[in-house]
């Protein structure tokens, strides 16, 4: 069983640049979720696919979009940069049932993305 | 929107004394309550959770109590070791394995040999 891997591990852009992170999801999992962890604080939810659609978005511009692949790994997108983007962003997957969510929800190691 | 406060943001105990760390939550929709260890430079990993229909919940040397009328859940070690040494974060969700998880800031325990 393979665990969520995310890349790329550690990145540096500046600011109005654009990136794109990926997330391979574990081994049948097929709901993914995106987390942006700040410097000394708490994750902070992004947003959520389960199976290819957008399920759940937190307090985040529009400058932040998403995909997810009939794979169920994702990526995250973020447009126009702005310093306060620098944290680690953390993918998450774990096991949907229909509605009904379940099951342990499993974060791989994150990208750390740094804006000058 | 859901907003959860952890106390305190830093603890030192000395190699087998215990830990408590303690969460306030205020969606009382919320339902499920889960800790997570962050060790530095790693992924968050969760190490117990507890849902709303249940006070208190145990697992070798760790535990977690929940008030639902105070909003507020406790993470307990007993016997500290020097590996529980990292970040812990509690969080709060309206759905058990809801994804859409409100985390808190963060204690960094130091446990002292």
């Known amino acids: 069983e393979t665990g969520v891997t995310q890349s790329p591990t550690h990145l540096i852009k500046t600011r109005g640049q654009q990136v794109t992170l990926r997330c391979s999801s574990q081994s049948g999992h097929n709901t993914v979720s995106w987390y942006q962890q700040a410097l000394g604080q708490g994750p902070q939810f992004i947003f959520q696919y389960y199976r290819e659609e957008e399920n759940g978005r937190g307090n985040f511009p529009p400058r932040f979009s998403g995909l997810q692949f009939p794979n169920y790994s994702s990526e995250l997108n973020v447009n126009a940069l702005e310093l306060d983007d620098s944290a680690l962003y953390l993918c998450?997957?774990?096991?949907?049932?229909?509605?009904?969510?379940?099951?342990?929800?499993?974060f791989g190691e994150g990208s750390r993305l740094t804006v000058l | 929107g859901e907003n959860v406060e952890q106390h305190p943001s830093t603890l030192s105990v000395q190699e087998g004394d215990s830990a408590v760390i303690k969460c306030t939550y205020s969606?009382?929709?919320?339902?499920?309550f889960p800790w997570y260890k962050q060790e530095l430079g790693k992924r968050p990993q969760l190490i117990i959770d507890?849902?709303?229909?249940?006070g208190e919940k145990k697992d070798q040397r760790i535990a977690v109590t929940l008030n639902k009328t105070a909003k507020h859940f406790s993470l307990h070690i007993t016997e500290t070791q020097p590996e529980d040494s990292a970040v812990y974060f509690c969080?709060?969700?309206?759905?058990?394995?809801?994804?859409?998880?409100?985390f808190g800031t963060g204690t960094r325990l130091t446990i002292i040999p």
């Open positions: 969080a709060a969700s309206r759905d058990f394995g809801n994804e859409k998880l409100t």
């Open positions: 998450a997957s774990s096991l949907g049932q229909g509605s009904v969510f379940a099951g342990e929800l499993f």
């Open positions: 969606d009382s929709a919320s339902n499920y």
């Open positions: 507890i849902r709303s229909n249940v």
